[in-house]
């Protein structure tokens, strides 16, 4: 059995006393995608979430963690942000704004704490995925303590 080293995410949610699983996977540097993720872990697509860092144009920077299958909805981001309108941010920012790198980006433990939205779909789950913070290593929780620990409010963000 390998020793998984706990990333900052687990260590915050340890400090929470809230449960969780660190859960290794196989990265594929050539294939970043959730869906990947998903495979290697032998789960459903629409339990294994991506945390993607969005800019409002009103109230800057902001988090949305929506199913490995879909995208965000930029619209419906940009309304339940407070903004009129929303975009990725470039990837070269993502280091610099959240602390994480691409493929490794977690909703737990940012830089700064950015207001956050969970996809409501994660409520329809006993248990969620998300990054753990580093790639090869995700995290196994409820979603329900998750998006409390993370302060997240849910809504309709994702479109397949």
């Known amino acids: 059995m390998t020793k998984i080293n706990k990333t900052n995410a687990a260590r915050l949610l340890d400090r929470a006393k809230i449960e969780y699983r660190l859960i290794p996977y196989e ?15 032998g789960e459903d697509i629409r339990q294994v979430f991506k945390t993607l860092v969005l800019r409002g144009d009103r109230n800057g920077i902001f988090v949305c963690v929506v199913p490995g299958d879909s995208e965000v909805d930029l619209k419906a981001a940009a309304r339940i942000s407070g903004n009129k309108s929303a975009e990725m941010i470039a990837m070269k920012e993502l280091l ?21 939205y969970f996809d409501e779909s994660a409520l329809g789950f006993d248990v ?5 913070g580093m790639r090869g290593l995700q995290i196994k929780i409820a979603p329900q303590p998750l998006i409390s620990f993370v302060g997240a409010q849910t809504g309709v963000i994702a479109v397949r």
């Open 27 to 41: 990265v594929d540097e050539n294939n970043l995608a959730a869906t990947h993720v998903a495979g290697q872990l």
């Open 96 to 116: 610099p704004v959240t602390g994480y790198i691409r493929g490794g980006c977690s909703p737990i433990g940012m830089k700064k704490p950015y207001p956050v």
């Open 128 to 132: 969620i995925y998300v990054s753990a």
